[in-house]
């Protein structure tokens, strides 16, 4: 794997240092409190750039109001320590206005186990991490192993079986939605929003890429997605105030619809984002069936 970051700007080299003095601190902080030897004596074995900093392709659109994220893979010694819970800290720490950070940090956290598992399995998301990811932090003596080859035929499946069950399983949320809407349950109305929104994401990611982060946030879900397509890109509008403030009613919906009595939405704000929502997901649609029908064409062919 690469270990040079002489493409990036001398601006963005001191923030991945500064990225992974955060995580690394986050993590030291967190494994402080446990008590158990599997917990306790955790290590970080990894910290690899991917993406668009990886590559080189990133994105600066101060006009279009588009950043590219770094996108950090932190690979740890034991399952138990991907939990989220162990990571808030380290997410905290590293968003934009908080920290001292100016580029957006998207980190997803795997064991070195299931890492290798995945790349036996010929998943395409780990293996181009392999080709094109650069080491931030490493432990002498712990690789990933070879590749595996990942059948077309096998590829085509698995993106059916994941469209099949999270565009279902959207559709469901959208049309609860509808119903809590038209009943006044305005809070219900927008949770239910919210986990369209999810499963639309978690959908047009497993379809495209075989791979999605176990997560709710939806700001992490739309980075990962919206790179992958730029239809995605025009779902949510950002350009007023207006439209920011739905986003993030939609965004905080996950946890404060349902425990926050002080959590306000008005029918406006939940027309707004219904309608949004839908584009949404005729635009997983489309992106999803186009990249099936492609998968069609080269199992065919295999």
Not at 93 to 98: E, M
Not at 268 to 283: A, D, H, I, M, N
Request: glycine share 4%.
């Amino acid at each position: 794997m690469n270990r040079s970051l002489d493409h990036l700007p001398s601006l963005k080299r001191a923030e991945l240092l500064r990225v992974v003095d955060v995580l690394k601190a986050s993590f030291a902080e967190a494994m402080s409190t446990k008590r158990a030897d599997r917990l306790k004596n955790g290590r970080i074995l990894k910290i690899i750039l991917y993406g668009s900093y990886a590559r080189g392709d990133w994105v600066h659109d101060p006009v279009g109001r588009y950043f590219s994220d770094f996108d950090i893979l932190i690979v740890v010694d034991h399952e138990d320590l991907t939990d989220s819970e162990i990571w808030d800290s380290a997410l905290w720490r590293t968003t934009p206005g908080v920290s001292r950070l100016r580029t957006p940090v998207s980190f997803i956290v795997h064991s070195l186990d299931d890492v290798n598992h995945q790349l036996q399995r010929g998943r395409s998301f780990f293996a181009d991490i392999l080709r094109e990811g650069i080491v931030l932090h490493d432990t002498p003596g712990v690789k990933f192993v070879t590749p595996g080859e990942l059948s077309p035929k096998v590829a085509l499946a698995e993106a059916e079986e994941a469209y099949g069950e999270w565009m279902g399983s959207a559709q469901g949320f959208l049309k609860g939605a509808k119903f809590y809407q038209l009943e006044g349950e305005s809070k219900l109305a927008a949770f239910s929003l919210h986990q369209a929104t999810e499963h639309l994401y978690h959908c047009v990611l497993l379809v495209l890429t075989l791979y999605s982060p176990k997560s709710h946030n939806l700001v992490f879900l739309r980075r990962r997605c919206e790179p992958l397509d730029v239809r995605l890109r025009e779902v949510f509008p950002s350009e007023t105030k207006f439209e920011r403030r739905c986003f993030e009613l939609l965004r905080a919906a996950y946890v404060k619809a349902r425990y926050s009595k002080h959590y306000r939405i008005t029918p406006e704000e939940l027309t707004w984002l219904t309608e949004r929502v839908w584009v949404l997901s005729g635009q997983v649609k489309a992106i999803c069936e186009e990249r099936i029908a492609d998968m069609k064409v080269r199992a065919d062919a295999a």
